[in-house]
């Protein structure tokens, strides 16, 4: 008996997802943060595509629910197989920048760590009277060791 609900259960869980992606594509889109707080602009969501991927979650749902003996679950799991990665399709650049962008810091291998600076003996040309020591990231490969970057 217990094993019989676990698939209902399942499926109960998976429309309720795919309701809310319908939900969260149809409704108007509200701000938590007043102000954007990246540099980049961010990868803009298709609508329709999210609603197709949010359809196509229930048409899985309604599957996983109706089990064997469902008339139309053939039905529910083609159409579910058509609309997930149509879906996918239209938010490639969404989903590409959610997945795969990890900040331009650790995309080219660097740190964000200050890196350590030593005063030079002469302060610059351009520099007037009362101007301080110029202060410059030291040079040399060892740089990344003492700061334990890796």
């Not at 990890?102 to 030593?118: D, M």
């Amino acid at each position: 008996m217990w094993l019989e609900l676990i698939p209902v259960i399942l499926g109960i869980v998976v429309a309720l997802v795919g309701v809310g992606l319908v939900a969260d594509a149809w409704l108007a889109d509200t701000a938590l943060v007043p102000r954007e707080r990246r540099r980049r602009v961010r990868a803009e969501r298709h609508r329709g595509g999210e609603a197709l991927l949010g359809v196509g979650t229930v048409c899985m749902a309604a599957a996983l629910i109706g089990r064997d003996s469902w008339r139309f679950g053939n039905l529910a799991v083609l159409t579910g197989a058509v609309l997930l990665p149509t879906g996918a399709f239209l938010n490639r650049r969404y989903l590409r920048e959610l997945l795969t962008f990890r900040g331009p810091a650790r995309r080219s291998g660097q740190s964000e760590r200050p890196v350590p600076t030593v005063p030079s003996e002469a302060p610059p040309p351009e520099a007037g009277p009362g101007a301080g020591p110029e202060v410059r990231p030291e040079a040399g490969p060892d740089v990344r060791q003492r700061l334990w970057i890796r």
